[in-house]
């Protein structure tokens, strides 16, 4: 499905960092762990602030036209195609984890939240946005699936290991690409393993 989403010349999500993320960057140290990463924008950007980054990925083309966009921005990023179901990152590897609208059904979220949480260094942050379960009656982006929604307080029960730095359930404008443009109602979620 992603690869058929990505498979035009257009960035579906456009080549600008999320605003969240851009916003709280400097909160973060490398190496950084970017899952559901796509066409590379959030990558590009951390790396052109001189984080090392590794963009992961369920999608060959999204990640292919990650490296475009880094080459264009003159940086390098790593990448690696992976099915989040069965996804191991390594664990303490990590001074950072992003997580930008990674949406998935919650069964494979509530795993990989676990093993994202166990692949940061202690003193490492989880940074994520996504789209809230209030989202659903909008067509401003995000999955029509409720159960790949998510709340604050399940995120929040995700990271045990974690001290939340911020965690709100807010709405904003989300301007991004064709795929996420308009008011929306977002999860924005940072947090420090202890």
């Keep these: 499905m992603w690869d058929e989403y990505y498979a035009s010349d257009e960035y579906i999500y456009g080549t600008a960092p999320n605003a969240f993320l851009a916003e709280h960057a400097g909160l973060l140290a490398g190496p950084v762990l970017s899952v559901a990463e796509g066409e590379g924008r959030n990558a590009a ?3 052109s602030i001189g984080l090392d980054v590794l ?8 990640l292919a036209k990650a490296h475009k966009l880094a080459a264009l921005k003159g940086v390098a990023i790593r990448t690696e195609i992976a ?3 069965a996804y191991m990152p390594p664990e303490g590897a990590f001074g950072a984890v992003v997580s930008i609208f990674a949406h998935m059904p919650s069964r494979v979220r509530k795993r990989l ?3 994202a949480a166990q692949a940061l260094r202690p003193g490492g942050i989880i940074l994520l ?3 809230s379960k209030a989202q659903l ?3 401003t982006g995000g999955p029509d699936d409720l159960d790949m929604l998510m709340a ?3 995120i929040e029960q995700e990271f045990p290991q974690c001290d939340v730095l911020l965690s709100r359930e807010i709405e904003r404008d989300v301007i991004e690409g064709t ?6 109602c977002v999860v924005q979620f940072i947090a420090r393993r202890r």
């Design 45 to 47: 950007f951390l790396a």
């Design 55 to 62: 963009g992961v990925d369920s999608s060959a083309v999204g």
């Design 83 to 85: 099915d989040f179901a």
């Design 113 to 115: 939240h676990g093993l």
């Design 129 to 131: 946005e996504a789209y």
């Design 137 to 139: 009656t909008r067509d």
């Design 152 to 154: 604050g307080s399940e």
């Design 179 to 184: 795929f996420h443009t308009g008011l929306a």
